[in-house]
C-alpha cells in the first residue's frame, strides 16, 4: 500500500522560514505529479504547489515567489520550502501524489496525514 509521510511542520514568527518533507513508501515504481496543499481554520482544502514529473511548477499565487517546491524522484520526495511566512499560511498542510504505480496497481490520488504550520508572533 502506498503511504505518504509528512515531516517539517511547527510554529514560526511571522517572517520566519519552515521546510515541510513528504516520503513516499509502498514499493512505487512510478509518481505523476506531487504536490501540497492546505487547509486552514474554517477554510477549505487549497492547492499550495505542486510538481509533476518532468514539467514546470505551479504555485498558488498567495504563496508564489515565498515557497519553493521541489522533487527527488529517486528517493521519491517532495519538498516545500516556504520563507517569508505570515499568520494567513497557518494551515495542517497536505502532501499529495497523482497517479501512482506500486506493483501492479494504480492509485488515482494518496494523500498525507497532514502537518500543522501555525504562524503567530
Known amino acids: 500500500q502506498v503511504r505518504l509521510v509528512e515531516s517539517g511542520g511547527g510554529s514560526v514568527q511571522p517572517g520566519g522560514s519552515l521546510r515541510l518533507s513528504c516520503a513516499a513508501s509502498?514499493?512505487?515504481?512510478?509518481?505523476?505529479?506531487m504536490g501540497w496543499y492546505r487547509q486552514g481554520p474554517g477554510k477549505e482544502r487549497e492547492l499550495v504547489a505542486v510538481?509533476?514529473?518532468?514539467?514546470?511548477?505551479n504555485y498558488a499565487s498567495s504563496v508564489k515567489g515565498r515557497f519553493t517546491i521541489s522533487r527527488d524522484n529517486a528517493k521519491k520526495m517532495v519538498d516545500l520550502q516556504m520563507n517569508s511566512l505570515r499568520p494567513e499560511d497557518t494551515a495542517v498542510y497536505y502532501c499529495?501524489?497523482?497517479?501512482?504505480?506500486?506493483?501492479?496497481?494504480?492509485?488515482?490520488?494518496?494523500w498525507g496525514q497532514g502537518t500543522l504550520v501555525t504562524v503567530s508572533s
Open positions: 510538481i509533476p514529473s518532468g514539467g514546470s511548477t
Open positions: 499529495n501524489a497523482r497517479d501512482v504505480t506500486s506493483g501492479m496497481t494504480r492509485y488515482l490520488e494518496v
Open positions: 509502498g514499493s512505487i515504481r512510478s509518481i505523476n505529479t
